[in-house]
């Protein structure tokens, strides 16, 4: 039996793996997709732009009539801007429309999986979707290349995620890698790899499972190049059989 199980540890959730989520400052969402954000627009104004240690991306406070919320801000978004949410807003960079008054060829971001659920795809820093294809679905092309088909009333946030730039900086001594990952709540920094480690404590552990580049030479390979070990079957100290 291994004595140190990572995973077990992770999955009990004891606070040295748990996040710190007290560090929180808001929590991300639309506002209530009301009857009138469903027929008209609503109109609200960005008091805030501030950093959250939850995600990687800046939090837009945005002041609607009724609700105030934070989402992810779209690289261009200033305080004090106009903010619309609606069928019928604008094309602009920040405001929330619904899939289907989003034209064909937009960047959108902060995409709903479900009318009303707020907000679940697209939302890490410099993060962007474009909308292909409207038909009965809508045909979305997601960051990772890949294609997904939503319901019309599914709502985005026009522009990219902002904050992209933020894995340029460099991080320079490892102190500031261990304060990154800790304000995520990964404790399990610094990683070290599978194979280097015990073949009790990883089943990819022990010195013979590590993998190497063969040095087995093609029987084709031109003069010059056709030395040592070519067209070999095995390699190694068994490779030759011991005469006896």
Not at 82 to 108: W, Y
Not at 202 to 225: E, I
């Amino acid at each position: 039996m291994p004595k140190r199980v990572p995973q077990r540890r992770r999955g009990k959730g004891s606070p040295v793996y748990r996040v710190n989520s007290h560090r929180f400052k808001a929590f991300s969402s639309y506002k209530s997709y009301d009857e009138e954000e469903k027929t008209g627009v609503t109109r609200g104004i960005v008091l805030d732009l501030m950093h959250d240690p939850a995600r990687s991306a800046p939090l837009m406070v945005v002041q609607f009539p009724y609700e105030t919320v934070a989402v992810p801000a779209p690289l261009g978004v200033m305080t004090g801007q106009t903010i619309e949410a609606g069928v019928n807003a604008s094309i602009n960079t920040g405001n929330v429309l619904p899939l289907k008054s989003i034209p064909e060829g937009t960047l959108i971001s902060n995409i709903e999986l479900t009318p009303g659920d707020g907000g679940k795809l697209i939302r890490s820093a410099g993060s962007k979707a474009k909308l292909v294809s409207k038909d009965k679905r809508v045909r979305v092309k997601l960051s990772s290349k890949a294609f997904k088909d939503l319901h019309p009333d599914c709502r985005a946030t026009i522009g990219v995620v902002a904050g992209g730039g933020h894995k340029n900086k460099p991080l320079v001594k490892a102190g500031n890698s261990y304060y990154k990952h800790k304000a995520k709540g990964g404790r399990r920094w610094p990683l070290v790899s599978a194979t280097a480690k015990n073949a009790m404590d990883h089943p990819h552990g022990g010195k013979q499972h590590r993998k190497r580049k063969s040095r087995t030479v093609s029987r084709n390979a031109p003069p010059g190049a056709k030395v040592g070990s070519f067209g070999a079957r095995r390699t190694g100290k068994g490779g030759k059989r011991r005469r006896k």
